[in-house]
């Protein structure tokens, strides 16, 4: 029997990854994926506009399980709510980091025309530090925080900028913190807290691992599908089950 060639096997892939992303009905028929390819090293490359950070995690989550993919490099951008230039993106991101409480002992850093600029100093009281560069509507953030839910924080934060169009969350944690589903709770309900979308009061959180399932009830849609987005919004976190009843 004839052994089956690399590009009938890569071939093979990605008929079964277009499959099992068919097969997630969560996609929604506004998913768009330009192409699948393989770099030189083998690894899957996604590449395409999604409508949501929900979209983005499961595609990855989807392809990722499909048997013969052995790295994903992710190149899936979601579509801004707000299209904005990376120069006030940039600002929105520096003053939303400069105003938080929960990040105030931490320096902030933007990168402008080519150039690092302090935009704030800590001299006092130091944890930590942020820098921020924004490319092609994408926040990178790199630096050190002093926690797994500072750094959680700030990814949440440049999500909730309208146009963002993803987020490469490169912060450091020292000293170092062994992840957990309980600091994966800790950071959801922190980021309902600052949502002023959303009553946290009136939703429960639980972590099975990387999953999040959201309870409770609240009186409309529009808050419980934007509890559903800060939980998705959240880094580590790759499913997410809402199961907020709406009570008029």
Known sequence: MTAIGPEKDRAVIEAKIRAALKSEPRLGFSFHLRQI??????????????PNVA???????KAAAVPGVTGIVDRLNVKPAT????????VHMRDTLINDLALEALEIREFDAGKWLLARGVPQGRRGAIDVEVQDGIVTLNGCVPGLTSKRLAGV???WVPGVRDVVNGLEVDPPEEDSPDLIEE???VALEKDPLVNAGQIRVGARKTWVRLTGAVPAGAERDAAERDAWCIFGVDNVLNEIEVKA
């Open 187 to 189: 950071a959801v309900r």
């Open 157 to 159: 934060l440049a999500w």
């Open 37 to 50: 390819v393989f770099d030189d090293d083998g690894s899957l490359v996604l590449e395409g506009e999604v």
């Open 55 to 61: 979209a983005k995690k499961l595609a990855l989550e």
């Open 83 to 90: 299209p904005m230039g990376d120069g006030e993106i940039r």
